[in-house]
């Protein structure tokens, strides 16, 4: 299984992910060239990473691609209710950890994505959609070669009332997560989760 | 890009998709054989589709890959809170549409899973656990050649007793959604939804 994303991929990474077809809303998402990693296998090797290569910074090519990945999820009637905030330097995650005492992973991570939601745009689902960016994220970040881990804020008051300090949150934008991001090191390897019992069919 | 699933990935799927090492909790992920859509392209090009092929119904194999990979997500503290319903015949189909007249879409579905929670389990992060399990299946469908569509049922209280009555659920388990799955009739193309200005770096 290669990690790397090949040359070409590299190359549109610098232009646009989709090619419009006229002024419609609809695109042709890119086909080739990003990683070769298959999506089941993603969804299958995905796991919590909480080591990371000391000094090996994330690419910013790599970044824009999972924040298109998470902007890629569904949304409830379509109101897009994600906001997302993107610690990138070492400069900027040594301040976010000495905000986040409870968080100190970060202090080992290259980088972070803080996955808010704006409750004003929808109060009862803003927090179903950004659960499935996050997921995303998650998934683009098993296919880059990069390790993360879903560290939950919300429904936490504390928590969301931390985060929300840290980062100057707008009081109507709530943090969901926080997903300390880099290159894995070391071995990590996923949970076997399924449990047959948990599935019902055709009745309860 | 080819749908299909490689014969040598339907042979496996009768067996077992995981190889365990020994007796520790951690597996190997296959890593070939079910379909060949890349991570990042199965992200980008979902969508919500809404029109199946009539009388094609989905592969038992399928339906095991898309649960597999439901039960493959995250979640916290490892509670695990997920129950999966699945309507798999045209007879359930039938029954469940009408037990539910706000969801006419079953009618023309082949199958559908209700992802659920166990709220016994994981109170407060059920619902964001089982959003990321949502995302996982839709991807899996995705990238095995099917259309699928998230349709909320939680936190709607009177949708979650009309889906709790019809399927016959415990108390202590709510239904998050139905996602009605099959074929795709027709061409369906996926929402172009990057925006630059939701994206926040080093601060808000």
Redesign the interface.
């Known amino acids: 299984?290669k990690k790397t994303i090949g040359m070409l991929g590299m190359a549109l990474l610098s232009g646009v992910?989709?090619s419009?077809?006229g002024g419609t809303?609809?695109?042709?998402?890119?086909?080739?060239g990003?990683?070769?990693?298959?999506?089941?296998?993603?969804?299958?090797?995905?796991k919590?990473v909480r080591q990371f290569v000391a000094d090996r910074p994330v690419e910013q090519e790599k970044i824009e691609?999972m924040?298109?990945?998470g902007?890629?999820?569904?949304s409830?009637m379509?109101r897009?209710p994600?906001?997302?905030?993107?610690?990138?330097?070492r400069e900027?995650m040594d301040q976010l950890a000495e905000s986040l005492p409870y968080a100190k992973i970060l202090t080992q991570a290259p980088m972070a994505i803080v996955v808010c939601g704006d409750r004003e745009k929808s109060e009862?689902?803003w927090?179903?959609?950004c659960?499935?960016v996050?997921?995303?994220i998650?998934?683009?970040a098993?296919?880059l070669g990069l390790g993360a881990v879903?560290t939950?804020v919300?429904?936490?008051q504390e928590r969301v009332d931390l985060v929300s300090a840290a980062?100057?949150?707008?009081e109507h934008?709530i943090p969901?997560n926080v997903i300390p991001i880099g290159y894995p090191d070391g071995e990590h390897?996923?949970?076997?989760?399924?449990?047959e019992s948990?599935?019902?069919?055709?009745?309860?």
Chains 1, 2 share one sequence.
């Open positions: 299984m992910l989709f419009c077809n809303n609809t695109t042709e998402p890119m086909k080739t990003y990683t070769d990693m298959e999506a089941l296998e993603a969804i299958f090797s995905r919590s691609l924040l298109r990945a902007m890629a999820a569904p409830a379509d897009r994600w906001e997302i905030v993107v610690f990138s330097d900027s009862h689902n927090y179903i959609d659960s499935a996050t997921q995303n998650l998934l683009a098993e296919a879903w939950g919300y429904p936490g980062l100057g949150l707008p934008i969901l390897q996923p949970k076997d989760k399924w449990d948990k599935v019902h069919y055709n009745k309860w």
